[in-house]
């Protein structure tokens, strides 16, 4: 397995969108994390190594869509309708084969992309 890329982080306004990806997961099972200041790392989606997808936090229910691009090796986090307890730092992460929600299930990491809303 080698590097975890992530890309797309930036300095967004409440309501707006944005799109992070996720560069180097060869198909495995791919999660997305994130982390806000003081608080600890969650799992906000994933998608396993057959495309299924899974979401973990209610709130963002709709919001929040995860994808691959097999050709160009990459995982995508849409993110529609943001706010500003949105803003943190996001992270993928890889395991092999299925999605888990839970942070030491996956071996791989990337080193993040900063996401903040203001409102």
């Known amino acids: 397995q080698g590097p975890l890329v992530e890309t797309g982080g930036g300095l967004v306004r409440s309501g707006d969108s944005l799109t992070l990806s996720c560069v180097g997961s060869r198909g495995r099972g791919t999660g997305w994390f994130r982390q806000a200041p003081g608080k600890g790392r969650e799992a906000v989606a994933c998608?396993?190594?057959?495309?299924?997808?899974?979401y973990y936090l209610d709130s963002k229910m709709g919001r929040f869509t995860v994808s691959r691009d097999g050709a160009k090796d990459t995982v995508y986090l849409q993110m529609n309708n943001l706010t500003p307890e949105d803003t943190a730092v996001y992270y993928c992460?890889?395991?092999?084969?299925?999605?888990?929600?839970?942070?030491?299930?996956?071996?791989?990491w990337g080193q993040g992309t900063q996401v903040t809303v203001t409102s």
């Open positions: 992460a890889t395991r092999s084969y299925l999605c888990s929600s839970t942070r030491s299930a996956y071996s791989t």
């Open positions: 998608i396993s190594s057959s495309d299924h997808t899974s």
